[in-house]
Each structure stands twice: as structure tokens, then as C-alpha cells.
């Protein structure tokens, strides 16, 4: 494949990503939808397919290269080896640009339900709850904010994600049939968002995070600001896991 063709399915894939994953988030936090309030488990499972789902298409339309959809593995498996230096940039690109037209989608889908939740708000507080809505349909925030434990968690969590996808693409196992691979990614990013997710809402990928975050300043910068303080965290925390772990598997 030329990076042309590598660059065109890795966004595509990265897009699919956000339009699925941040589109379950809006099932599930926005009014009138038919999953509203469907929990914090329903968001877990259905990040897990949305990363199944675009695993899937991208093995299907590139066999000989790797789906990575996150700036973090991307850096890891660089070093690592299992990607080529030359493709970094090429890479990372594409998941910006992906993640930013994924996100542009998800907006487009879920515009009606979005000044639906925001209008029907009373209160200052019902105001503030929509907002904070609203900004997690675009990106994560930490339940309790507090910047080193926030930090240390997306650290852990995508460390975690790193070494399990590591594991499978070096597993000889799946080696006779790789589209089985991506449901163990899928269940991965479940098993993760179950455990850990809860407390920063599990970016553990800084394309998923900023670049929608960017989309919501964007557009809805006036409903409560986008938390640009907090914005480095699942940015920084997943990158340093992805140099950290990249580095530790040279050993």
C-alpha cells in the first residue's frame, strides 16, 4: 500500500471509531433518544464494538498494514517496530483528521437532540448538567477532578490497551484468521472502559479526545466552555503510556 491508501483507511477507520463510539454516548446522555440514561455499561460495550466495527473494515481494506485509530498505540507500535518510522506521520494525521470528521458527523446525527437537552433545561443547575452533557458527547472528564490521579489513570488504563493489542498482533494463534483479532480489541476497550473508565471516562486515545473537544469549542464554545484545563490530561497521559510502553518492549 503507498500512504495514500494508508493514510485514506486509517482516518476512515479512526472516523468510524468516533462516529460510533461518541455516537453511543449520545444515545445514552442526550434526551428523546431511545437509550437515554441506558448507563454507564451501555457506553462501555458499545465503545468495544465501535473499535470491533472499525477494526473490521480497516483489516478488510488494507490486510498488509496495521489499524492502530490512536496516536498513543501508533507512537508504541513505532517503536516497537511493528509500524514503519516513515508511516508515523502519516498516521497520525489521519487519526486527527478522522477523529475530526467523525466527530463532525456525530454533531449533524444528534443536532436536534443536542438543542433539545439544552433548551428544555430550567434551573441553573438542570443548565449546567445539560452542558456538562453536551461537552461529554464530544470528550471525557474526570468524576473526581484531581490532575496527578486523572493523569495516572489514563497512564494505567492505556497501558493497558497497548499491551493487549501488542499481545494480539504478535499472538500467532489468530494468525490463520486475523478478523478474529479486532473482537478481542473490541472486548479490551470494553474490559478497560468497565474497570477503569469510570473515573476520567477513559479517553485512553488523545485523537478521541481533542480533536472532538476541538469540534465542541467549535460549535457550543458558549454552552459552559470545553474544559480546555483538563484537556491536556487525556492527551498527555495516553501519549506517555504509548512512549513509556513502546520503550519498555524493546527490552
Same mark, same amino acid.
Given at each position: ?153 489514563? !497512564?494505567? @488504563? ?9 499481545? =494480539?498482533?504478535?499472538?500467532?494463534? &489468530? /494468525? #490463520?484468521? %486475523?478478523?478474529?483479532?479486532? !473482537?478481542? @480489541? ?9 474497570? =477503569?473508565?469510570?473515573?476520567?471516562? &477513559? /479517553? #485512553?486515545? %488523545? ?23 483538563? /484537556?491536556?490530561? %487525556? ?17
Amino acid at each position: 500500500m503507498n500512504f495514500l491508501q494508508h493514510f485514506l483507511v486509517e482516518g476512515l477507520g479512526t472516523m468510524i471509531l468516533i462516529v460510533l463510539g461518541n455516537g453511543v454516548v449520545g444515545n445514552v446522555v442526550l434526551k428523546k433518544n431511545k437509550g437515554y440514561e441506558g448507563g454507564w455499561l451501555l457506553i462501555t460495550v458499545g465503545w468495544g464494538l465501535a473499535v470491533t466495527m472499525a477494526a473490521l473494515i480497516c483489516i478488510a481494506l488494507k490486510s498488509d498494514a496495521v489499524a492502530s485509530f490512536n496516536p498513543a498505540l501508533t507512537v508504541a507500535l513505532c517503536i516497537d517496530g511493528l509500524l514503519k518510522v516513515n508511516l508515523l506521520a502519516i498516521y497520525l494525521g489521519a487519526e486527527l483528521i478522522g477523529a475530526f470528521i467523525g466527530q463532525i458527523i456525530v454533531d449533524l446525527l444528534y443536532v436536534n437532540h443536542i438543542k433539545v437537552h439544552l433548551t428544555s433545561a430550567q434551573g441553573e443547575e438542570e443548565k449546567k448538567a445539560a452542558q456538562a452533557a453536551v461537552l461529554g458527547l464530544h470528550s471525557t472528564g474526570p468524576a473526581i477532578r484531581s490532575y496527578f490521579s486523572n493523569f495516572l489513570c489514563e !497512564f494505567v @488504563a492505556t497501558s493497558a490497551l497497548i499491551l493487549g493489542i501488542v499481545a =494480539l498482533a504478535l499472538a500467532k494463534t &489468530f /494468525a #490463520i484468521a %486475523p478478523f478474529v483479532n479486532p !473482537f478481542f @480489541a473490541g472486548a479490551l476497550v470494553s474490559a478497560i472502559g468497565i474497570c =477503569l473508565g469510570g473515573l476520567t471516562g &477513559f /479517553a #485512553i486515545n %488523545p485523537a478521541r479526545d481533542l480533536m472532538p473537544r476541538i469540534v465542541h469549542t467549535i460549535f457550543y464554545r458558549k454552552e459552559g466552555g470545553s474544559d480546555w484545563k483538563y /484537556a491536556w490530561v %487525556p492527551v498527555m497521559g495516553p501519549m506517555a503510556a504509548g512512549v513509556v510502553i513502546g520503550c519498555l518492549m524493546l527490552i
